[in-house]
């Protein structure tokens, strides 16, 4: 057979997040796709974006990683939305990004020994002379994996910004910024409009998506060296559906790629955000913030807890168009991946601390209505107890194709994930970056 003969191809998506989302758009776009003969059809379990796809910060950093992956996507961004009008779509802008060390002080308490000092967001808890503790064991903060080595050398002392007038100045002791041109740009998008719309020019490029359909197997040939079908269960009718004929599998499922494909060794971490209703000047945050030591959030303290956390707390706060203001706390391994994605748990104690937390460095947003309390999983690449960088490739099974495991940084590299994979499958090979170093194969998947 003429292998410059297009050939008829069946190509199942796994996943309705950004990753599989843009590799159904790319798809599309590549200038191999032909309708007649390629069928594209895209499964994701719950609905669109209903994950960490449409609960991230929509951060864009040319200053993200892998650097292999990220100049890539940083541009595509840019195409993308100048193509479609995504600064209507979905919020794509530029925005400045710094980072906040703060000092929340101690209050002198007035009265007695046991008075309380009260404020919008916290008490400064004052013992008795028995000093007795109040319950709960404290842990330290665990920090987002946001910001690598190489990102916060690009970080340079500067003064606080005027316009930054939704921060309180008074508790600043050092601001820097991301100010090296070329290396430090930023930008955003809202996650969840930003792959919701991408999904739907993916629909109009001709790619069929279906939700409500969890997937439990993929099939393969006699001799288990190709791909040959993929099973899955209808959510609305509860029916076992079988797609056969299948040339290509791309798992794009996020912390559930562990589940569909142990190999992979991809999981999740759950990490909980919120959403204040707030219009404020457009920057992106990150904070370090230290608090007194008796210092607890009101909600805490109305229970007789302690704080959760001592030592400090590291809050990111990225402020949206459309008069949004998006902020994460750390993340936890407390409750395990559930089986889809509108199972997930919130703890909306951990929600109340970040608020507390936020609110202690900016009145502005500590008065705002919390229009949202939330939490997703993080899809991590774990080898040897520690996080590795994302899969995206082939595997030791003919035409399964991997693109998971990009913890906080998916929604920056969801455009070039999508490219790349439109490459490998319509020309096998990647030809817009090298990303050899994320190769599935270098860890025998």
């Known amino acids: 057979m003429d292998s ?3 050939q008829p191809r069946h190509i199942v998506i796994i996943g309705g997040g950004v990753i599989g989302t843009t590799t159904a758009y790319y798809l599309t776009r590549h200038p191999s796709y032909m309708t007649s003969i390629h069928h594209i059809t895209l499964l994701e379990a719950t609905s669109i974006a209903a994950a960490a796809s449409g609960k991230a910060g929509g951060l864009l950093g040319l200053w993200a990683y892998p650097t292999c992956l990220v100049p890539l996507s940083y541009r595509l961004h840019a195409e993308l939305a100048a193509e479609h009008n995504g600064a209507e779509r979905w919020g794509y802008r530029r925005l ?6 703060a000092s929340i002080r101690k209050k002198r308490p007035s009265g007695s020994a046991k008075t309380r000092k009260r ?3 916290g008490v400064a808890k004052q013992e008795d002379g028995q000093g007795s ?4 064991e404290q842990v330290e903060w665990q920090k987002l994996p946001k910001q690598d080595e190489k990102a916060s050398a690009l970080l340079h002392e500067s003064v606080l910004p005027a316009d930054l007038d939704w921060i309180n100045a008074s508790l600043v002791r050092e601001y820097a910024e991301m100010g090296l041109p070329g290396f430090t740009e930023t930008a ?4 969840y409009q930003f792959t919701t719309s991408i999904a739907a020019l993916a629909r109009e490029g001709g790619a069929e998506i279906r939700v409500n359909s969890r997937v439990t197997r993929i099939g393969l040939n006699k001799s288990e060296t190709a791909v040959s079908s993929v099973e899955y269960v209808d959510r609305g009718t509860g029916e076992a559906q079988t797609l056969e004929g299948v040339t290509d599998v791309v798992i794009a499922a996020g912390p559930w790629t562990g589940r569909l494909w142990p190999r992979t060794k991809v999981e999740g971490l759950r990490a909980h955000s919120v959403v204040f209703a707030a219009d404020v000047s457009p920057y992106a945050v990150f904070t370090d913030i230290s608090l007194p030591h008796d210092w607890v959030p009101a ?3 109305a229970r007789g807890e302690k704080r959760k956390h001592k030592g400090n707390v590291d809050p990111e706060i990225y402020a949206r168009p459309g008069g ?3 902020a994460c706390g750390e993340p936890d391994s407390i409750i395990p991946l559930p089986e889809t994605a509108d199972q997930v748990e919130c703890d909306e104690s951990q929600c109340n601390d970040l608020i507390s937390y936020i609110g202690t460095v900016s009145p502005v947003l500590g008065e705002a209505t919390v229009a949202a309390k939330q939490a997703c999983y993080l899809p991590r690449h774990m080898r040897f107890g520690r996080e590795s960088a994302p899969l995206i490739g082939g595997t030791s099974v003919s035409r399964l194709w991997i693109a998971s495991g990009h913890t906080c940084w998916g929604i920056q590299n969801g455009p070039a994930t999508g490219k790349l994979m439109s490459e490998f499958i319509f020309e096998g090979e990647a030809k ?3 990303i050899a170093e994320l190769h599935p194969g270098k860890f025998k998947v």
């Open 4 to 6: 410059r003969i297009p």
């Open 96 to 101: 400045e990004c710094g980072q906040l060390t």
């Open 119 to 121: 404020s919008s967001v």
């Open 133 to 136: 503790p109040l319950a709960g």
């Open 188 to 191: 955003q998008v809202h996650p």
């Open 299 to 301: 909600h805490r303290a």
């Open 324 to 326: 949004e203001v998006y």
């Open 432 to 434: 817009s970056a090298d």
